[in-house]
């Protein structure tokens, strides 16, 4: 994958979209360029089927991003969504340094709370460095995961860094290209929704689907 550029203009970046088979109102194209140009999260709202999700790897697509999709769930947590502690590799690590009779804690609890350790999930995958430029961070369906997440997710999303108490804090280089999805099953907070460059998606009507054809 080579990165590519992200657009210069509202033109550009409905050309881009358009050039991917994806049909795109000005109005979405508009808040897209912005979203690249500001460095500030997407969020999507609109029924089923609109296009929410295909905007996400269109745009991974077309700049040469790595794609880091969370798909959120009733129940969605920290583990699942941030990172997790490897716990039974610790406790062999644990066992083994019993074995040799290794009995300095201190650095026993520092191997085990190390990077070694650490399993990432997307929300950490996609504040990791990439050589390839920032990934695209997809956090789908976030009226599906619990209010509690939700909070956690306005951390996250305000300094594109995450802490974790046994390891220090990890923090974005570049922060990533943020799309925030929902269907509205529930109202997402406005805390949230701040933070974000919001858009209301439509179905494509068939002026914009005759526009892309014949442009093509
Ligand atoms: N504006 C659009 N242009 C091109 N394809 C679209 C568009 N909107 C939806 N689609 C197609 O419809 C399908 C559903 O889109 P998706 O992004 O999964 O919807 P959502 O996430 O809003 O539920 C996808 O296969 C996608 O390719
Ligand atoms: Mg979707």
Known sequence: MTAAAPPASVDATLELLTSRGYLAERSLATVVFLAL????????????????????????????????????YEGLDVASAVYEWNSSAQMIAIRLAEAAGDTDRDQLSSDIFSERFLI???????????????????????????????????????????????????????????????????????????RCLYHWVDYPNAQRALATVTSR
């Open 37 to 72: 140009r500001m460095g500030r999260p997407l969020f999507l709202e609109g029924e089923a089927g609109v296009g929410k999700t295909e905007i996400a790897k269109v745009l991974s697509a077309a700049l040469g991003r790595r794609l880091i999709r969370l798909q959120c």
């Open 120 to 194: 990432k999930r997307p929300l950490l995958q996609a504040l990791e460095p990439d050589t390839a430029g920032a990934p695209v961070l997809l956090i789908d369906e976030l009226d599906r995961a619990d209010e509690a997440f939700e909070a956690y997710l306005l951390e996250v999303l305000s300094d594109f860094q995450v802490t974790i108490p046994e390891f220090g804090t990890i923090k974005a280089p570049a922060p990533p290209i943020v799309i925030v999805t929902s269907n509205r099953t529930r109202e997402i907070h406005d805390a949230l929704k701040r």
